[in-house]
């Protein structure tokens, strides 16, 4: 019996590069006699809803996403609500692809779509958030509005700058949130003004600020904060951050399995850089291993 493929690809993630490439990447997974069921995105939720309607009624063996990483969100909250789940071939086509770097997933399409073939299954971790899933970074603050709010076609245009762009504008507005938070064990009440729960090694298109030996298997998230502090004390933390110190004292990085926020007013979270919703109460739980995803051989050697 042939193997049965969806291809769930966001013809508009990027600078439409997959458009250009949709033949060859075609080509690619169809090599060895595989049935390829392609399933462009349209609107929010399409790419949930083909991996409930494909995985979840078992008609397929594999998934192959070309995308951004909100692409990647949704199918992976679809899969998590799978009963049975099947791997994933993930195709960066976006505008950063955190997660496609921390993957070390090939930048060609055509290349990354063979991996279809050659690429080695990796069980990766999956964070819960409330009743949702993300898969590399859910944050709040400074900042963390510049992904979902800087317009599709600006981000087409100019790629990593726009967000770089956009987001010096939140320099002028810097807001702190009074937060109570507990995680193993521990309880910090405090002003902060950026947080996040995190496991990639690239967040934004900035490389290496997430701390050392990021792992995405060890059934860790990395919770990193910044406490409300003053313009000269926020440089300091950069500058830190950036040479990949994290003993500022304006800074709490932990690694956690499970953390609870709790605000005395809304707080908007975005969930692997789009917009996930306002929230005083979030509760974040670590599923070990929880998605396959196929690899280049270089990834399980690092």
Request: glycine share 8%; net charge negative.
């Amino acid at each position: 019996m042939r193997e049965k493929i969806l291809f769930v690809y966001n013809p508009n993630a990027g600078m439409k590069k997959i458009q250009d490439k949709l033949n060859a990447v075609c080509h690619e997974l169809t090599q060895g006699g595989r049935e390829l069921i392609v399933s462009p995105t349209r609107q929010r939720d399409d790419a949930k809803n083909a991996v409930l309607e494909y995985v979840g009624e078992g008609k397929c063996e594999k998934i192959v996403v070309s995308g951004g990483d909100g692409t990647l969100h949704e199918v992976v909250n679809g899969m998590m609500q799978c009963e049975q789940r099947v791997p994933i071939v993930y195709i960066p086509a976006g505008s950063t692809n955190d997660f496609g770097y921390s993957l070390s997933i090939p930048k060609d399409i055509t290349v990354a779509a063979g991996m279809v073939n050659s690429g080695i299954p990796f069980e990766c971790d999956i964070a819960q958030f409330n009743d949702r899933y993300f898969v590399y970074t859910a944050a709040f603050g400074l900042f963390t509005d510049v992904s979902y709010a800087t317009p599709q076609n600006l981000k087409n245009v100019f790629g990593h700058a726009a967000y770089v762009l956009n987001g010096a504008s939140s320099l002028a507005r810097i807001r702190k949130y009074r937060m109570a938070l507990t995680y193993d064990g521990l309880y910090v009440e405090d002003d902060f003004i950026y947080g996040m729960v995190v496991s990639s090694s690239s967040i934004g298109g900035f490389r290496g600020i997430t701390g050392p030996d990021v792992k995405l298997n060890d059934g860790e998230y990395e919770l990193f904060l910044v406490r409300d502090c003053s313009r000269l004390e926020l440089t300091v933390v950069a500058n830190d951050i950036l040479h990949h110190k994290f003993d500022n004292k304006n800074m709490i990085c932990e690694r956690v399995r499970q953390v609870e926020f709790h605000s005395m007013t809304p707080v908007a979270w975005a969930l692997d850089g789009e917009y996930g919703g306002d929230f005083t109460d979030v509760s974040v739980n670590i599923h070990h291993k929880a998605v396959t995803f196929m690899v280049p051989k270089s990834l399980l050697t690092i």
